[in-house]
């Protein structure tokens, strides 16, 4: 009897392996044959899942962007308030810094080696941009989703941060004083709107 194989499950798992290997070689240098043998499959068996090495990126971008969701999401579990969430996902980045250091590694690489004018109007970023927004006002708690890019772009800077003066920032703390900005801001938004007839 023949194997049954998830190609779901299986095409994840290239991706996951394609992680390090975008990682150490960066995008722009490696090549499909490189990933293939990288990975242990024919040139043939990855073309098959990825008919290019932009598409595989791509969705490598989408599946690393939904592993991270389902992880944040289970680390707040148990929280009660902005300011237990918001330090729980500070404590989550912290944990999985040398993580998304790699990730922003790769980010950048991917920009530098391809058009801006492209990336800006790439159907898959703006997708992932979008779920992660949306993630943001639901794992936190509100809907206000310029404070949703607001607190992605403070993590994309604790990132770069952290890549430039490697120990010198602590995301935990960073994400307590976050925490306790928030906490403000939201309270005297609230206030100002009650008072207004």
């Not at 590694?105 to 159907?123: L, P, R, V, Y």
């Not at 430039?164 to 206030?191: C, D, H, P, V």
Request: aromatic share 10%; glycine share 6%; charged share 25%.
């Amino acid at each position: 009897m023949p194997k049954i194989v998830d190609h779901e499950l299986y095409r994840r798992e290239l991706l996951d392996k394609c992680f390090d290997l975008f990682a150490e070689k960066g995008y722009a240098s490696i090549t499909m044959r490189q990933i293939a043998d990288g990975l242990g499959v024919s040139t043939g068996t990855l073309y098959h899942y990825f008919p290019s090495k932009k598409a595989l990126y791509e969705q490598l971008v989408e599946e690393i962007n939904r592993q991270a969701l389902l992880k944040v999401a289970a680390e707040l579990e148990g929280t009660q308030t902005l300011q237990e969430r918001i330090e729980a996902c500070g404590r989550f980045l912290q944990k999985n810094e040398d993580y998304f250091i790699k990730q922003t590694f790769i980010m950048i690489d991917f920009c530098q080696s391809s058009d801006h004018h492209e990336n800006k109007g790439n159907a898959v970023f703006k997708v992932t941009i979008e779920r992660c927004l949306q993630a943001v006002c639901e794992l936190l708690g509100f809907e206000d989703r310029g404070l949703a890019a607001f607190i992605m772009t403070h993590i994309d800077g604790l990132l770069l941060q952290k890549i430039w003066m490697k120990e010198e920032i602590s995301i935990a703390e960073q994400f307590k004083i976050l925490g306790r900005m928030l906490t403000l801001y939201l309270e005297n938004k609230y206030l100002h709107h009650e008072e207004k007839p």
